[in-house]
């Protein structure tokens, strides 16, 4: 894993250099691995497990708002980096030691399935929810970087909504476990505590009925919401 | 386990789209090594390849010819993918015997 780490380092690092780290908002597992390293959340996730996969998942909120243009093609090419195109046409990165995805917000019912971010010359797959890890970002000190990723009440509350949507009982449960590990710990803190009961109650009511039943099916008590 | 188990099958299968990548980026690449031979006082620029059980020599230019130098980064950059094919390849072993 220690090759990963280092991969992963070298990634946001050369992203750093190029000024495009700023456009990304780090989501999926990886996250875990910088809440806990961050100097801004190490306080309360040391305790945290990091059951990483092996995808680095980027999320480009909004691709009318990135401002630096750079050839993030040609940055993964020089970390020996391949592209992998899908028949939809887009386009994934992998290596021996890791995958990248970028992924942006889903928009509408109508929306292309494929994204392209023409300012970074990669395209982006369009996810549901991904809004409420763009939404609630916030820049943290890694590695001596400075990296956007998700309030972790908003990765807890994205991880309980999409389990809901997972179609393979696998990632169902993956997900269900590190939200509700994450959710234990973030509960402790009055802060935090109150930045899960705030994005809750910002999200339309349709998602907070789902999450009210997804809290109910795993002991979780929604008064911690109201 | 059945998480973990999950991981690394999803990792074998990213390994497996990662060397079928790594196989037809090399397929792009011209084969053989670039060897310079020496004729009449002269150095020049050859690849030799093998086409089944023939070796073929295909001549590029004059040793310090861009064509020859154009060749030799393109041969390193292929090299250079096939080292990456060859781990991951170790590292797809790896995972199927962590499947298993």
């Given amino acids: 894993m220690s090759k990963q780490i280092k991969l992963f380092n070298n990634i946001l690092t050369e992203f750093d250099n190029a000024n495009v780290l700023v456009e990304f908002v780090l989501v999926g597992s990886w996250c875990q691995h910088v809440y806990k390293n961050s100097n801004e959340y190490n306080y309360i996730m040391q305790q945290a497990s990091t059951l990483t996969t092996m995808d680095i998942d980027l999320l480009v909120p909004d691709k009318n708002k990135v401002k630096t243009e750079a050839d993030v093609p040609e940055i993964l090419k020089r970390l020996d980096f391949i592209e992998d195109r899908k028949i939809n046409g887009l386009i994934k990165y992998g290596n021996a030691d890791l995958g990248l995805d970028f992924l942006t917000e889903l928009k509408g019912k109508a929306q292309k399935d494929v994204i392209e971010i023409e300012k970074l010359k990669v395209n982006a797959e369009p996810l549901r929810f991904m809004d409420i890890l763009g939404d609630n970002n916030i820049k943290v000190h890694f590695d001596n970087l400075e990296i956007n990723i998700p309030e972790p009440a908003a990765f807890v509350l994205n991880k309980f909504i999409t389990s809901q949507r997972r179609p393979k009982k696998e990632k169902r449960e993956k997900d269900i476990r590190t939200a509700k590990e994450y959710y234990y710990i973030l509960i402790k803190d009055e802060n935090e505590r109150k930045k899960l009961k705030d994005i809750f109650n910002g999200f339309p009511k349709g998602w907070q009925n789902t999450l009210k039943k997804i809290f109910l099916e795993n002991g979780i008590d929604k008064k911690d919401f109201e | ?100």
Avoid: C, W
């Avoid at chain 2, 990548?21 to 150095?43: D, T």
């Avoid at chain 2, 980064?73 to 199927?96: C, P």
């Fill in chain 2, 1 to 100: 386990m059945s998480v973990l188990k999950h991981i690394v099958d999803e990792e074998r299968d990213r390994l497996k789209n990662v060397i079928r990548n790594y196989q037809n980026k090399i397929k792009e690449y011209p084969k053989g090594s670039l060897v310079n031979k020496k004729i009449r006082g002269q150095f020049y620029g050859y690849i030799v390849s093998r086409q089944g059980k023939k070796i073929v020599t295909k001549y590029i230019g004059k040793k310090d010819s861009d064509d020859v130098k154009n060749m030799e980064s393109t041969i390193q950059e292929r090299k250079k993918l096939e080292r990456q094919l060859k781990e991951a390849k170790m590292n797809y072993k790896e995972a199927e015997r962590f499947a298993r």
